[in-house]
């Protein structure tokens, strides 16, 4: 009796060990001599000692950053570029059995794909284009982990930095840019100034009195200047004069 009594409390015991309080993010692959029977979880679950054993998977969204990497662009400029990816395990079975550590072989996955991707892209797409070498990051780095059962949600670019001698060259390139677009629009107003001087002109010598009145205006405002002289030539008829002479 005390044999059975001891058994009993040995097993009891034992099935004790492999109670497992499993909580909402997480789920328990489990295996039965090796071989892969399913997930458990969440809740109390019970693990058969000695027999089965189980493998904890956590399921929720991991923010891993990717660390600076030093790339070359399709224009051949060598950047520092550094990202964040977000991603999800989505089939604990396969990211148990495909992949020894998912977590660690999807950042190593990441920052290989991110030099390959920065890669076919020239500094100024990079610039310009984010959101697209965003999703395009996202799309192959998303296909290599797909195998392992983890979902890629989103690579986001954090920072991109060229060097020095690059930056002086933006920027001198951006002024001259200013400079065109400045020169360019101070044409056109000439232009269209030009355009608008020449209507007029041809409105006053059609009309004698409107070239007198305009000459008129031009004078007063040059007389409105401080010590101005002015000489005006009149016209003056002398043909009575030298009819009376004769």
Same mark, same amino acid.
């Given at each position: 009796? /005390? ?17 497992? !309080? ?78 020894? &550590? ?22 100024? /797409? ?16 998303? &296909? ?5 059962? !983890? ?38 107003? /000439? ?11 041809? !409105? ?16 007063? /405002? ?25």
């Amino acid at each position: 009796m /005390e044999v059975l009594s001891g058994l009993f409390l040995l097993t009891a015991i034992t099935l004790a060990t492999g109670i497992r !309080i499993v909580k909402e993010y997480d789920r328990l692959v489990v295996m039965r001599f090796g071989k892969v029977v399913g997930l458990r979880g969440p809740g109390f679950k019970l693990v058969v000692p000695f027999i089965e054993r189980a493998q904890k998977v956590d399921v929720r969204v991991i923010t891993m950053a990717i660390p600076t990497q030093d790339a070359i662009t399709k224009d051949n400029v060598m950047v520092k570029v550094n990202a964040v990816c977000f991603f999800q395990v989505v089939d604990p079975t396969r990211a148990v059995l495909k992949v020894q &550590d998912p977590i660690e072989s999807t950042g190593q996955l990441a920052q290989a794909t991110l030099r390959n991707v920065i890669g076919r892209y020239s500094l100024d /797409e990079l610039l310009v284009e984010r959101d697209q070498f965003n999703a395009r990051m996202k799309a192959a780095l998303d &296909d290599d982990t797909e195998r392992w059962g !983890i979902k890629v949600l989103s690579v986001e670019l954090k920072d991109l930095s060229v060097p020095e001698q690059m930056r002086r060259a933006m920027a001198r390139e951006a002024e001259a840019e200013r400079l065109r677009r400045a020169t360019v629009t101070n044409a056109e107003g /000439e232009l269209q100034a030009a355009a608008k001087l020449a209507a007029a002109a041809d !409105i006053i010598f059609a009309e004698p009195g409107a070239f007198q009145l305009r000459r008129l205006q031009c004078l007063m /405002e040059v007389s409105q200047g401080k010590n101005t002289t002015m000489l005006i030539p009149t016209p003056i008829s002398i043909s009575g004069e030298t009819q009376s002479s004769d």
